[in-house]
Protein backbone atom coordinates (compact mmCIF):
# COMPACT_ATOMS: atom_id res chain seq x y z
CA UNK A 1 0.00 0.00 0.00
CA UNK A 2 1.52 3.34 -1.27
CA UNK A 3 1.50 6.72 0.97
CA UNK A 4 -1.07 8.13 -1.03
CA UNK A 5 -3.58 4.87 -0.72
CA UNK A 6 -3.00 5.42 2.71
CA UNK A 7 -4.07 8.81 2.92
CA UNK A 8 -6.74 8.49 0.94
CA UNK A 9 -8.68 5.51 1.83
CA UNK A 10 -7.92 5.56 5.61
CA UNK A 11 -7.41 9.15 6.34
CA UNK A 12 -7.39 10.25 10.54
CA UNK A 13 -6.70 6.21 11.27
CA UNK A 14 -3.72 5.00 12.46
CA UNK A 15 -1.56 3.97 9.62
CA UNK A 16 -2.44 7.46 8.52
CA UNK A 17 -0.70 8.76 11.37
CA UNK A 18 1.88 6.33 11.18
CA UNK A 19 2.46 7.58 7.48
CA UNK A 20 2.49 11.47 8.18
CA UNK A 21 4.95 10.60 10.63
CA UNK A 22 7.30 8.07 8.56
CA UNK A 23 7.07 10.97 5.59
CA UNK A 24 8.02 14.06 7.89
CA UNK A 25 11.01 12.13 8.87
CA UNK A 26 9.78 11.80 12.54
CA UNK A 27 10.86 8.96 14.64
CA UNK A 28 8.41 8.05 17.88
CA UNK A 29 11.66 7.51 19.89
CA UNK A 30 12.06 11.49 19.23
CA UNK A 31 8.73 11.51 20.69
CA UNK A 32 9.23 9.50 23.63
CA UNK A 33 12.19 11.58 24.33
CA UNK A 34 10.24 15.09 24.06
CA UNK A 35 7.24 14.01 26.76
CA UNK A 36 9.55 11.28 28.67
CA UNK A 37 7.54 8.41 27.97
CA UNK A 38 8.46 4.88 26.43
CA UNK A 39 8.60 4.07 22.74
CA UNK A 40 6.00 1.34 23.20
CA UNK A 41 3.66 3.46 24.89
CA UNK A 42 4.04 6.18 22.39
CA UNK A 43 3.45 3.53 19.64
CA UNK A 44 -0.15 2.44 21.42
CA UNK A 45 -1.01 5.87 21.78
CA UNK A 46 -0.31 6.26 17.99
CA UNK A 47 -2.00 3.71 16.78
CA UNK A 48 -4.99 4.42 19.52
CA UNK A 49 -4.63 1.29 21.24
CA UNK A 50 -4.23 3.35 24.63
CA UNK A 51 -5.77 5.78 25.53
CA UNK A 52 -7.60 7.76 28.31
CA UNK A 53 -6.72 5.53 31.33
CA UNK A 54 -6.24 7.14 34.60
CA UNK A 55 -2.11 5.74 34.76
CA UNK A 56 -1.18 6.57 31.39
CA UNK A 57 -4.12 9.66 30.75
CA UNK A 58 -2.07 12.38 31.16
CA UNK A 59 0.97 11.01 29.29
CA UNK A 60 -1.19 9.73 26.41
CA UNK A 61 -2.57 13.35 26.26
CA UNK A 62 1.11 14.71 25.80
CA UNK A 63 1.93 12.55 23.47
CA UNK A 64 -0.94 13.43 20.82
CA UNK A 65 -0.27 16.67 21.36
CA UNK A 66 3.75 16.51 20.88
CA UNK A 67 2.58 14.29 17.33
CA UNK A 68 0.35 16.93 16.85
CA UNK A 69 2.68 19.87 17.03
CA UNK A 70 5.23 17.59 15.29
CA UNK A 71 3.01 17.38 12.36
CA UNK A 72 2.45 20.60 12.35
CA UNK A 73 -1.69 19.79 12.79
CA UNK A 74 -4.04 19.41 16.36
CA UNK A 75 -4.77 17.04 17.98
CA UNK A 76 -8.45 17.03 17.30
CA UNK A 77 -7.27 16.78 13.61
CA UNK A 78 -5.56 13.25 13.90
CA UNK A 79 -7.48 11.86 16.67
CA UNK A 80 -11.12 13.54 16.09
CA UNK A 81 -12.68 10.63 18.57
CA UNK A 82 -10.55 12.15 21.34
CA UNK A 83 -11.16 15.86 20.82
CA UNK A 84 -12.70 17.86 23.55
Do not use: C, F
Request: hydrophobic share 40%; aromatic share 2%.
Amino acid sequence: MTVKQITQNRKKGARYISALLLIHDIRQDDIAAKVGASKPLVSLVVTNKRGGTKKHGPKADLIRQAVAEALGTTVEELWPKRAA
